[in-house]
């Protein structure tokens, strides 16, 4: 079908239905095509500098005629691509903004190659390669529709159907004028030949050393390694998000699948993700990890601490190991108890440190009421040698949330300590930790706090957060409390107590579980 296009709306309709078809014959710098016939005489042809290599001259044609038929001639043996794509539309940032062309037959030398829709756009091309000899000649016929397989366009439009297309078009130009900056270029960073993309990461990887060093090279990170590892040879797109930076992208369409993962308490903190994507974005994005508790099959529930604990390449036999690892370790423990703490925004800390502080000189070695420099001058920042010495861990969570456990309860174990614990709400990892091995704080929101209002939230910058403070009433952890002055001073009871398993039979099985369902999560994805 020819498509017709009326002068009025031209310049409005060119984009949307004007296919770009890439051609080039790889092989060495003399490699080429000539074009020797073209049904359409205006369209435009390339040859763009970028397209240009040792590899030889690549030709690029846009045409808006519907219909396109090419005899090409080859230069010299080699490798023929042909690339069918829609243009290069960028919205005011920059950025590519998707134009989709309906490729609806494609035949090379009469050989039909697409005879059904297949929906393309620039960053998603349909590729077609043929081996080919010096002088070679080849017929190509193309033919598509714009906008998508139920196109609106064509030469039947009534003009009151070329009125209705004419505002649809102006409201997606609207679009492409006024969608936030995406996170291509600052926030975004791409790995796994492309096929994998970070975006919204850069402050939030930043205090996670387990995520890499965050300046552009991301090939470290734990999901980096676990789609190569796991996924070395498919061809797959996926965007993963984190929960920093800014969030309209997560509604905006582009190439690929979307993840969402959080380590962090999505109830309390980040909360435009909390009010304008319901916390885990499910009605925006192909998968979600986090802590949360959710019955949706593209949800997971992946605590922070797996990542911490376990490679992305770990066996189940490693997983073993390290369960066993953590009811066995014994280091000799000269010293007291220990702290490292950035700050204590919540409460938490506090919440134990009131409590306990009277009894013992506190080694305060973070940020949080530091007293110490020996973390970094003595162990140059290692807080798994730094622990070691000590028999006590104050590691409480940031906040209380049902089911929030991250990796500072799990760095205790690591290190033989016995956990000053606050967190998990309601939920502390059952089927992995022996609740009579960790010495637990509990506490409530500071009284006049509704967690339901959203007037409560403070929206001011990325790391938003109710004010809530954890506060304990009086003689609330007056055993636990006890228990620990028993503990500090009776070495009996702390031995039997030191003895005991620290986490419990189920353990591997829970752990290789998560492991199981987050591969096929991720199965999903590749392959659907």
Known sequence: MVIKMNLKFESLLKKYVTARIDIKNFGNRFNNIIIVENNDSDSEVFHPNWFLDDEGLGTIVESCNGVLDLKIKCIQNGKLKILLRGVDVRDKHKQRFPIYIDYTN????????????????????????????????????????????????????????????????????????????LCDTTLGYSVLEGRLTYRNWTSFAQGFTLMGDFDGHCDDFWFTRYLKNKFPEENFKINIFSVSNAHDNLDYPMYGKKVLYTMEDLNYRYLEMKFRFNKYALDYVDFAMGYDFLDNPKYLRLPYWILTNFSPEVTEEEIEDKVNMWNTIECDKSRDVASISGHDRFGTRTLIDKDINSYIDMIYAGKWKNNTSELWNKYNNNKNLFLKEFKFNMCPENLLDDGYVTEKIFDALNCDCIPLYAGGGNYLEPKVLNPKAILRWTGDRECGFNPDLKKNAYFGHNDVHYPVKWVADDNQNDDVVELFKNLLTDKRTYDEFKDQDKVLSSSTKFIKGIFSDLEKHFERLIYS
């Open 106 to 181: 494609f035949s090379v030398n009469e050989n039909v190659i697409i005879d059904s829709n297949t929906l393309t756009w620039h960053d998603n091309s349909y590729v077609f390669e043929k081996y080919v000899h010096d002088s070679e000649i080849l017929n190509i016929h193309v033919e598509w529709l714009p906008f998508n397989e139920c196109s609106e366009f064509n030469i039947e439009n009534s003009q009151e159907q070329i009125q209705s297309l004419e505002f649809k078009l102006a409201k997606r130009e609207e679009q492409i004028n006024s969608i936030p900056r």
